[in-house]
């Protein structure tokens, strides 16, 4: 299914409630949306946090949202979550390593379809796909019912 997270949509697609849910949402509304709507209704989820700017895969951490650190967007994403009331443990994917400075936006690329124009945000070519396999770890243990780490 291809639809754009927020509060109209979230009914339609958290039910029937999913397994787990998988977020790498880049947009800091709608992923708070989006984990805030699935800690209410009891639904795993485990989120990746900001790979942009980053080339170091040894700065790679996995762990529990609140325990993140030196990562912007969990630094933004914990503040959204705590003004709503969610204090939930969130398995999630950051790093460690400073972000590189962001690019210009660039108004012609078709991509820009909702919310406002952003910096681009680039990562090292590996990164994403680290991010991915390690929230793929946390995936695992949620369905299986284990916590990281066990």
């Known amino acids: 299914m291809e639809a754009f997270f927020h509060a109209d949509t979230a009914d339609a697609l958290l039910t029937p409630p999913p397994s787990c849910v998988v977020d790498a949402i880049d947009a800091l509304n709608p992923k708070v949306e989006l984990l805030t709507a699935c800690v209410a209704r009891g639904i795993p989820v485990a989120s990746s946090m900001g790979a942009a700017g980053r080339t170091d895969v040894s700065f790679v951490r996995a762990g529990d949202l609140w325990e993140s650190r030196r990562c912007p967007l969990a630094g933004r994403v914990r503040k959204y979550l705590r003004r709503r009331g969610v204090t939930a443990p969130i398995p999630c994917v950051w790093s460690e390593e400073e972000p590189a400075d962001a690019l210009a936006p660039d108004a012609d690329d078709p991509r820009y379809e909702r919310g406002r124009i952003r910096n681009r945000l680039p990562s090292g070519i590996a990164m994403p796909g680290i991010f991915g396999y390690a929230l793929a770890s ?10 990281a780490g066990d």
């Open 138 to 147: 946390l995936v695992l243990d949620l369905v299986a019912g284990r916590t």
